[in-house]
């Protein structure tokens, strides 16, 4: 029942109640963008949704305009050149994903989910194996079991392994943890940056540790 329908329903309550009591944060957001750097207050980017469909996540933009075009394409960590001033505070405490609540209202994100991978990144998804395809049997979250076992600083390959726990494990009481323990990730700005490979060759396959204190993580079958 939570999963066919509730979850759905508190989604939709959940993004119309941070839409309008949060009006004065996106207001003001808006106009810190637009003066601090040249180019539109909203990034959207393409990204893997439920069933691999392709759809566009909105942000608060925090790179100079092009920044998909410079180096890697990929955020690097906070001494990436390509993020503006305003940007890093924004990155900082995760407001930059506060335009999501939109995807989340239209049907494309949930609350709690899967991070949405990027079209080319980790991998296209004609590269994910069977098993891999499995995190996209729901719908994508602004945050996950993998954020708050890591959140930037897990390699890929492990985030999908955990992903696909939470989407075996899916249920009121996971999220209800999920939401508790991000709260405190992000007000200590914790695991906020990318300290290692993202794409790991040979690829990571242990558990972190600190998942190890959640009930059956450590399954060899996660």
């Known amino acids: 029942m939570y999963r066919r329908f509730f979850k759905r329903f508190m989604d939709i309550v959940l993004s119309v109640l941070i839409l309008f009591f949060l009006l004065p944060v996106y207001l003001v957001t808006a106009v810190a963008v637009k003066l601090d750097s040249k180019g539109p207050v909203i990034f959207k980017q393409k990204r893997l949704g439920k069933g691999g469909k392709v759809f566009y996540m909105y942000k608060f933009r925090s790179m100079c305009v092009g920044a998909e075009q410079r180096g890697s394409g990929v955020y ?16 900082d405490t995760s407001i ?36 891999q395809l499995r995190m996209f049997d729901v719908r994508p979250g602004i945050t996950g079991w993998a ?70 993580v450590n399954r060899p079958d996660v």
Do not use: C
Request: hydrophobic content about 40%.
């Open 76 to 91: 690097s960590g906070q001494d990436d050149a390509r993020v503006t001033r305003v940007g890093r505070f924004l990155r």
């Open 96 to 131: 930059d994903e506060l335009p999501q609540a939109w995807n989340i209202l239209k049907g494309d994100m949930s609350l709690i989910g899967p991070r949405p991978p990027l079209t080319y990144h980790p991998w296209p998804i004609e590269e994910y194996s069977d098993e």
């Open 147 to 216: 954020q708050i076992h890591g959140r930037k600083d897990v390699e890929w390959n492990l985030r999908i392994r955990l992903n696909n726990w939470y989407v075996d494990h899916l249920s009121l009481w996971l999220d209800m943890r999920i939401l508790f323990m991000t709260f405190f990730k992000v007000m200590s700005n914790a695991d906020n940056a990318n300290l290692g490979a993202t794409v790991a060759v040979p690829p990571v396959t242990e558990i972190p540790e600190t998942a190890g204190s959640m009930t059956d």
